[in-house]
């Protein structure tokens, strides 16, 4: 019966501190479209659905606004005027999003891989929180945005037509096995030349 009391206590007393500390936000880097020399520090409020670190960061700023704590207390602040906001999430992996009026989106858009090819993942919700999600993806190069819809054979078509300057690289695609991770990794390793 000790054993059992001395494991409710610690149990209740972890709580807590748990919730405090997610109360905080993760710290952020913002730019604002309004002052972009700033960069701003701030604690950003992400919502982990069910609780679980990072399921679905980028459903976070599906509603066409972001929750920071100032002060504090939560606040919101609009999508269209964030230039970028960078963070490390709860896996430790850096993830960075912007608005982008080009992409005809209302919410924040991932930055998936940026340079002379760029990929972005743009979040929608239908419904009520945790319901259908819809991932709008979008490839650019030299400026020319294209929105990528349909399977992932296409996805890697329409990569392969952006790299015809390096067969090479067109050539590494043609590989039916490779996963969304490592279709990410050619589309890097094109941007390093």
């Given amino acids: 019966m000790n054993r059992f009391l001395i494991l409710f206590l610690l149990f209740i007393s972890i709580i807590p501190t748990y919730s405090q500390e997610n109360d905080k936000g993760d710290n952020a880097k913002l730019v604002l479209y309004k002052a972009p020399t700033d960069t701003l520090i701030v604690n950003v409020k992400n919502v982990y659905p069910f609780?679980?670190?990072?399921?679905?960061?980028?459903?976070?700023?599906?509603a066409g606004k972001v929750w920071l704590y100032e002060n504090g207390k939560p606040v919101s602040i609009q999508a269209h005027t964030i230039k970028y906001l960078e963070f490390v999430d709860r896996k430790d992996k850096l993830r960075t999003f912007t608005y982008d009026d080009r992409l005809k989106m209302k919410n924040l858009t991932e930055i998936v891989v940026s340079g002379t090819i760029s990929f972005y993942i743009n979040i929608q919700l239908a419904g009520g929180y945790g319901q259908y999600r819809n991932a709008n993806r979008f490839l650019e190069k030299d400026g020319q945005i294209i929105h990528l819809k349909g399977a992932r054979k296409k996805f890697k078509e329409k990569i392969k037509e952006l790299m015809i300057d390096q067969p090479d690289f067109q050539n590494k695609l043609n590989n039916k096995k490779l996963d969304h991770e490592e279709i990410l990794a050619v589309i890097r390793e094109y941007n390093a030349l």
Avoid: K, W
């Fill in 51 to 62: 609780g679980l670190d990072n399921m679905d960061v980028a459903s976070s700023y599906a």
